[in-house]
């Protein structure tokens, strides 16, 4: 009897469906993540029904495992000014 068949006494068939193919793949039995290219977020798209890729627009950014809003305090600040001075 051999190592895999005591592990594993059945031929495996793993496989990912349409919804998760985008960031997921198989290879020789395993699940891995496919590699985004960059720092992503993994986000379900509601209007194709799968897992995307989702990438940082404009005043966001991902570093690590850290996301940065910026740009946003500015209007704000305008806002609240505008308001006190009415």
């Not at 798209?45 to 740009?71: F, N, P």
């Amino acid at each position: 009897m051999s190592l895999q068949s005591d592990f594993y006494p059945l031929p495996l068939n793993v496989s990912v469906d349409a919804s998760t193919a985008d960031v997921l793949s198989v290879a020789s039995g395993t699940i891995s993540a496919d590699d985004a290219g960059a720092d992503r977020l993994v986000f379900w798209d509601d209007s194709e029904s799968k897992w995307r890729y989702l990438e940082a627009g404009s005043g966001l950014s991902i570093s690590g495992t850290t996301m940065t809003a910026s740009g946003g305090a500015s209007i704000m600040q305008s806002i609240a000014v505008g308001f006190v001075l009415n």
